[in-house]
């Protein structure tokens, strides 16, 4: 293990002012969903190219409310952002980053990555240790040149949170007893609701789809009435016998596309607020939810997986001085051989303390997905009201539209007369 670790076998006092431990139980967290809201909003906007229609080199304008800034980034800037925050916090929810598109770039792929790094950059702004830490506050804020470098010296500067933490050493005083098994079940809690949220997510898309067909669909319903209300091929005399029926229906056809256009429009706007408002903060609490998985797979091929490592190549040492003490070597060698088992000893007690930490985080983070489970109702809300708006306007636009349909049925004497429709199952008169 290369980097340092906290004193915790030394036979000293241990620092009063690194030990000190916060009133209450540090564990838990004393959040609300809107306090977590609050903490930031960060705006995400592609900045447009001067030159062309195709973009060569995509930037980005980051707009934080909190710190009152206005950076440009790239997307390679987000990924250094991304490894410095990985580094600086192993043991927390780092959210992925969209994946970068080797062979070019359309718009609508530019978009939804454009969506993607502003929920990533959202959720850590608002994680508690991340909103702390400079790392965050250089990405947002630093307007210099090679923002890049900065990141890299202060992740590395600075050492991950283990190093820095009051309470690593004593990270195992402050959790329950049966961690291991409030592990697994929190584990397969949180699986399961992954599971279901993208199930709903999936059908929220599905649903913002069929609003954009309907519109185009409405759309081109309209034109082609209004093409048909255009028509300019002479009428026989014969078909029409002495009836101004056609002429009628042409002209009361021919205004009828701005109806179905507005109607498209309303059909659209419903499709975008409910991409924004619905589909959106889904997408938020699943980018967190995976990011929740992560993190446990990170704890057990990580930290679980360097410690056994380190008791493996622990025994390994304990046999060879036992067999250097049988076969008598010359002392230099037993000595090495011993100097190494307490060397590999410090390191066992190191990944000891690290899974400790590390189940002391996850601990914490698991509390912190509780924290974002509210914002389902938040989501409910959004689509129940983009619900509710959109069939209010869409028939008003019908309710004003049925009146122009009256000169489209004329009635035997010749005057406009509404169809009347079945009344009980009946045939129509």
């Known amino acids: 293990m290369n980097s340092p670790v906290p004193p915790v076998s030394e036979p000293r006092a241990p620092d009063a002012a690194r030990m000190q431990v916060p009133p209450g139980n540090p564990l838990l967290l004393s959040l609300t969903l809107q306090e977590l809201l609050a903490r930031d909003a960060v705006q995400v906007e592609l900045v447009p190219e001067k030159k062309g229609l195709f973009l060569k080199h995509v930037e980005y304008e980051v707009s934080s409310q909190r710190f009152k800034s206005c950076v440009y980034r790239r997307y390679n800037d987000f990924v250094v952002f991304h490894e410095a925050l990985l ?4 043991y927390r929810m780092v959210p992925a980053l969209p994946p970068k598109r080797m062979l070019g770039a359309d718009r609508e792929f530019i978009e939804a990555r454009r969506r993607a790094l502003k929920r990533f950059i959202n959720l850590v702004a608002r994680h ?3 909103s702390e830490d400079v790392i965050l506050k250089l990405f947002l804020s630093f307007s210099g040149p090679d923002v890049q470098n900065k990141l890299k010296e202060s992740a590395q500067c600075v050492g991950d949170e283990f190093m820095n933490c ?12 049966d961690i291991q098994t409030q592990f697994a079940m929190s584990r397969e809690l949180i699986r399961n609701i992954y599971n279901s949220f993208h199930k709903l997510r999936d059908r929220a898309e599905r649903m913002v789809s069929r609003a954009i067909d309907n519109a185009a669909d409405l759309l081109i319903f309209g034109k082609e009435l209004s093409a048909l209300g255009s028509d300019t091929t002479p009428l026989p005399s014969w078909a029409s016998l002495n009836s101004s029926t056609w002429g009628s229906l042409k002209q009361a056809l021919k205004g009828l596309s701005v109806e179905f256009a507005l109607l498209a429009d309303k059909a659209a706007q419903q499709g975008k607020q409910e991409e924004n408002d619905v589909v959106e903060k889904l997408n938020l609490f699943l980018d967190l939810l995976q990011s929740y998985k992560d993190l446990c797979e990170r704890h057990e091929k990580g930290v679980l997986h360097k410690h056994q490592r380190a008791l493996h190549k622990y025994s390994l040492l304990k046999r060879q ?31 000891e303390l690290r899974n400790y930490f590390s189940l002391y985080c996850l601990h914490q983070e698991t509390q912190l997905v509780h924290v974002y ?5 938040h989501i409910l809300g959004a689509f129940v009201n983009s619900q509710i708006q959109g069939h209010k306007e869409m028939s008003k636009v019908w309710n004003d539209l049925q009146p122009k349909l009256r000169c489209l049925f004329v009635g035997p004497h010749g005057a406009p007369a509404p169809p009347r429709p079945p009344q009980d199952g009946l045939s129509a008169h």
């Open 87 to 90: 580094h600086r916090f192993p």
């Open 128 to 130: 508690p240790p991340f």
């Open 166 to 177: 009051k309470l690593a050493a004593r990270a195992k005083d402050f959790l329950p007893a």
């Open 321 to 351: 001085v036992m067999s250097a003490a049988v076969q008598s070597r010359e002392p230099e060698s037993v000595e090495q051989l011993e100097s190494r088992i307490v060397e590999q000893e410090n390191v066992i007690q190191t990944m």
């Open 373 to 377: 489970l509210p914002l389902t109702s």
